[in-house]
């Protein structure tokens, strides 16, 4: 038995929840990916996997043997990235997830120029709103807002971003202008699936005090994209983050509102399971990103001086 591919083809196996995509994503035959996983549940006479017609599952030894393996197979890779550094390129595939509205405005044109640079580096990005399990669902890294996520996830900071309140000129035109956080209890607020508490926005004034408002609206949506749109249409006030309503902001579409009460900042990490080296593409791809958003073109730090003055 090659143990080297034993322990990469049942690791595989576990990353993408099958043995067809497993032996897909190596470029081998599925009975080939299933007598190697074989070969090695033999060798250490212990099973794995828990095998149905319908799904995979790792057996309680199968998750001690994954996390090791896991760490072995990082730590072959690190040795290799070592002993060639500087002469190779980050190569193979980069499995990402990311939140979508993020993902579309600011990753894909990000992994876009990073292919150019690295042409042997390939990507699976997953876009979803939800917070992955990057162990269980096999992915490389993720892109998170905010929170890192579980203990056992190592977070790099990229980036930082700002909730903005604002709305469309002809809004404000119409129902006023709200001065103090205190005053959107009289507006239309456009409120936010995912938020961390629902229907309460959170500010803070200058001298640091707490000023959230319970708000409320007959529009409620689970997309930021979706409110940014609605907000531009003069149909309420909306919460969102600077890379997403900054450009609507610059072109004059939305107007920033209570700009002396903002949140503090959120941070942007790419985060990576802390059982695992950084390898090379991770690296490529953290260090890309931080290079990319030092300067974030979403920021809106003139806009809030001009307000604020």
């Known amino acids: 038995m090659d143990r080297f591919r034993a322990l990469t ?4 196996v576990v990353e993408t929840g099958s043995f067809a995509r497993a032996a897909d994503r190596l ?15 033999s060798h250490l006479d212990a099973r794995l996997l828990n095998r149905t017609t319908r799904r995979l599952s790792l057996t ?3 998750r001690v ?27 193979g595939t980069l499995r990402l997830s990311c939140s979508v509205t993020f993902g579309e405005r600011h990753i894909a044109p990000a992994i876009a120029d990073l292919a150019r640079r690295y042409p042997e580096l390939q990507f699976d990005v997953d876009l979803s709103d939800r917070a992955v399990d990057l162990v269980e669902e096999g992915f ?16 790099r900071k990229v980036g930082m971003t700002r909730l903005v309140c604002c709305a469309a000129p002809a809004y404000l035109e119409a129902r006023g202008l709200p001065r103090k956080p205190e005053d959107l209890a009289t507006h239309a607020c456009l409120t936010y699936e995912y938020a961390t508490v629902r229907n309460v926005w959170p500010f803070r004034d200058r001298e640091g005090r ?28 909306a919460y969102e983050p600077d890379f997403i309503v900054g450009p ?6 939305l107007t920033p509102l209570l700009r002396g009460f903002e949140p503090h900042a959120s941070n942007i990490y790419v985060v990576y399971p802390s059982r695992r080296h950084l390898s090379g593409k991770v ?24 307000s604020k003055s």
Do not use: M
Not at 214 to 225: L, V
């Open 9 to 12: 083809a049942f690791a595989k």
């Open 27 to 41: 470029n081998v035959s599925v009975s080939a990916v299933s007598r190697q996983v074989a070969e090695l549940e």
């Open 60 to 62: 309680e030894s199968g």
């Open 65 to 91: 043997f994954y996390e090791r393996c896991v760490q072995l197979l990082a730590d072959l890779e690190e040795a290799e990235q070592s002993a060639h550094a500087g002469t190779v390129k980050p190569r």
């Open 140 to 155: 490389d890294a993720a892109v998170r807002i905010g929170q890192i996520g579980s203990q056992n996830l190592v977070g």
């Open 210 to 237: 707490d000023r959230s408002v319970k708000i409320a609206g007959s529009i409620h949506a689970n997309s930021g994209r979706f409110l940014e749109a609605l907000a531009v249409e003069a149909a309420g006030i």
């Open 248 to 253: 609507d902001i610059r072109a004059g579409r």
């Open 283 to 306: 690296r490529a791809f953290t260090e890309f990103l931080a290079e990319r958003f030092a300067h974030a073109e979403w920021a809106l730090t003139e806009i809030a001086n001009r």
